[in-house]
């Protein structure tokens, strides 16, 4: 095998580093912006250009602003301190959005990071274009390969083996962002009061009389489950609500209505949620009431 060499110029690394924000920025405004349960090539794409927009792309492209002529500094600095100005900047960032109407959310956090990286790349292609086309900072490669008659038996096995660690490496890196990742599994059980609050509950009835509350499913079981709710006042069951058919994330509200016939202070009135199957109650809530004439 004959000895392999090869310069790769980028003259256009700041479009390219433009391109792939918005190519992100796509895949964030058009997709799903939450976790999915089965991740799709969106969610692969925005952790592919996810770390690196945050990490390295603002850091570079100030780099390039400030220092647009390729004798002011070498290309191993830049790299380092271009992920070393990203992490300055991001996190500044975030905190003057902190003090803004929108917050530090996904899209304000998108859109105030791809304005940097806009107005700094703009900036640095600016700077360069005064610059004699010989002096402008211009990244380049230079990748090579000797041939096998330039390597000992000791270097060839060296080789062999980084060349097996860098793909186990990938590897690992491509298994651990394409595996879906499950988090704890539970059920999101809860009662509100009147205006859809944690107050103002039904605590003093008349006899006869119906309370109601609104009784709140939420499934995080990352799979479909039907579920059913049966009321229970004091030792008696009186009404079942079901069955709740719910995938994954979807949420379940509705008013559930409940009345005691007999005069009894600190009645207690149980809100009790089964899972299809189960025998014993997946879930449990309670009021206190009193119940008078």
């Not at 392999?4 to 918005?22: A, E, P, Q, V």
């Not at 890196?173 to 009662?191: A, Q």
């Amino acid at each position: 095998m004959e000895p392999w060499r090869k310069n790769l110029s980028l003259r256009h690394d700041l479009l390219y580093l433009l391109g792939l924000s918005f190519i992100l920025a796509l895949t964030i405004i058009f997709g799903k912006t939450s976790e999915d349960v089965y991740p799709t090539w969106g969610h692969y794409l925005r952790v592919i250009l996810g770390l690196p927009f945050i990490l390295f792309f603002p850091g570079y492209a100030l780099i390039a602003a400030l220092f647009p002529n390729k004798d002011d500094l070498p290309g191993i600095e830049r790299v380092a301190l271009s992920f070393g100005l990203s992490i300055a900047v991001v996190p500044l960032l975030g905190l003057a959005l902190n003090y803004t109407p929108w917050g530090i959310r996904l899209l304000p956090i998108l859109a105030t990071l791809t304005l940097f990286i806009i107005l700094t790349s703009g900036l640095a292609l600016y700077r360069r274009s005064k610059l004699p086309p010989a002096e402008r900072f211009v990244p380049a490669l230079a990748l090579s390969w000797p041939g096998l008659k330039e390597f000992s038996r000791l270097d060839k096995v060296l080789s062999i083996l980084l060349v097996l660690a860098i793909f186990f490496a990938l590897g690992s890196i491509i298994y651990v962002v394409v595996t879906p990742k499950t988090g704890e599994k539970f059920t999101e059980f809860y009662l509100l009061g009147k205006g859809h609050k944690a107050e103002g509950y039904p605590r003093h009835l008349s006899s006869g009389e119906e309370g109601e509350v609104i009784v709140g499913v939420v499934n995080h079981e990352y799979r479909p489950v039907k579920y059913y709710l049966i009321v229970k006042i004091g030792k008696y069951y009186k009404s079942r609500v079901g069955p709740i058919q719910l995938d994954h994330e979807q949420k379940w509200e509705q008013p559930v209505k409940f009345s005691a016939q007999q005069e009894r202070k600190n009645l207690k009135v149980e809100f009790l949620l089964f899972r299809q199957g189960d025998k014993k109650p997946y879930r449990c809530l309670h009021l206190w009431v009193n119940v008078t004439k």
